[in-house]
């Protein structure tokens, strides 16, 4: 039997799974569908694929502007602070809007068609000079040259200590061919702003890296412990060497805030402020401080980390950590400074308030392949008030 092709509620669902349970209604008919025919379950397997449905979502996106239409309902604000909704409104309303993009960017791919014809076109037509983030990083060599990797094709890049450099469909990796094993070298991938990258360690470890981050690791790892340095965000998914414990060391403010030990596989790690986030999502990692605290994380648990503080939080918002892993904003909760901050990180652009920052609070989630003249237009269905100058925008009262 061949493929069948599923309707708009299946649609929903395949695209729901990927993220969050089902009903047993929901799971009965997913459940009937993969058991239709291989190709449906083959289908199924390619369309949750995180890779995958992110670049779908980033196509769908730059091709329809019209996006930003709805954009009323992908984020709103909450103008008045004294207005809290309840949080059960709350988390059925972030579902119901990541459902939804998650909808519009699979549309693409189910009906294989292209954009609907009635689409708006925007009334400027200057080529917009700011753009959303792509694939791409720089690799600093232990001696200090450095290679961008944006616009490379694949193949080595790189040989150092015997050891192959190579750049594959955006990802670098590192085949050991022959190590010298008296001296040991360092290399440092750096995500300027605009840009995400996936890095495999010569141990096999996966890191993405999110804008604005950076790690630095050696080209080999010593027997006893495998160590790597990190700013910004990154997230990973830890290979299991014996007896070789995965360290990773948190550098915020010009100074050393702490350490997180691999006891698991994958967690995010966000420190980008002056405290840092470890996030777990499977396994089990210890994390310190500079107050010489330490505390083990169970999965689906955060450590939060500075200089001078340690503390758990038992239930994070898990959908807006690993949001940026999945091709999406998740603006949940979150206020003016901090949406502004995360757009200015993946937009490239440079943000500026003209007398203080609005009270504004976001909820919802929005593509990271939108378009700027999409986000400007969210922006003003949210009701911040700015105004534009070349890669600047300027946030007024």
């Known amino acids: ?127 917009a000079p700011v753009v959303p983030g792509k694939t791409g990083a720089v690799l600093m060599l232990d001696d200090g040259s450095q290679i961008v990797l944006d616009s490379m094709g694949n193949g080595v890049v790189a040989t150092q200590q015997g050891t192959l450099i190579q750049l594959k469909d955006g990802q670098l990796a590192y085949d050991k061919t022959g190590i010298d094993e008296e001296m040991l070298a360092y290399n440092t991938l750096v995500t300027p702003k605009g840009r995400e990258f996936k890095l495999v360690l010569p141990d096999g470890t996966a890191a993405w890296l999110n804008s604005g981050s950076s790690i630095r690791y050696p080209v080999r790892f010593h027997a006893k412990e495998r160590l790597v340095y990190i700013t910004g965000e990154v997230y990973f998914e830890v290979a299991h060497v014996k007896n070789s414990p995965f360290l ?92 502004m901050q995360q757009l200015a990180r993946w937009y490239d652009i440079e943000v500026e308030y003209q007398s203080g920052i609005p009270d504004i609070t976001f909820a919802g989630a929005l593509s990271r392949g939108m378009t700027w003249s999409g986000v400007l237009r969210a922006l003003e269905e949210s009701k911040v008030h700015f105004k534009t100058a070349g890669r600047k925008i300027i946030i007024l009262p």
């Open 248 to 339: 990773v060391k948190v550098n915020i403010s010009a100074g050393e805030a702490g350490t997180v030990e691999v006891l698991g596989t994958q967690f995010n790690i966000n420190a980008y402020e002056n405290v840092y986030r470890t996030t777990l999502l499977e396994g089990r990692v210890k994390v310190s401080s500079g107050t010489n605290r330490e505390l083990y994380l169970q999965p689906n648990q955060q450590a939060i980390a500075s200089p001078n503080q340690l503390i758990i939080d038992h239930s994070p918002n898990i959908d807006k950590v690993m949001a940026w892993r999945r091709g999406f904003f998740n603006f949940d909760n979150a206020g003016l400074e901090e949406v």
């Open 1 to 127: 039997m061949g493929m069948e092709y599923p309707d708009k509620e299946l649609a929903i669902i395949i695209l729901k799974s990927a993220y969050t349970s089902l009903t047993q209604e929901e799971q009965d008919k997913l459940s009937a569908w993969l058991n239709g025919s291989a190709a449906n379950r083959t289908k199924y397997q390619e369309l949750i694929d995180s890779e995958q449905l992110r670049l779908k979502m980033a196509q769908y996106a730059r091709r329809n502007d019209h996006e930003a239409l709805h954009l009323q309902t992908i984020l709103r604000s909450v103008n008045n602070k004294a207005r809290v909704y309840p949080i059960n409104i709350v988390r059925k309303y972030r579902w119901a809007v990541a459902i939804m993009v998650l909808m519009l960017a699979g549309a693409w791919w189910l009906t294989r068609n292209n954009p609907p014809a009635n689409t708006i076109a925007i009334t400027d037509q200057k080529p």
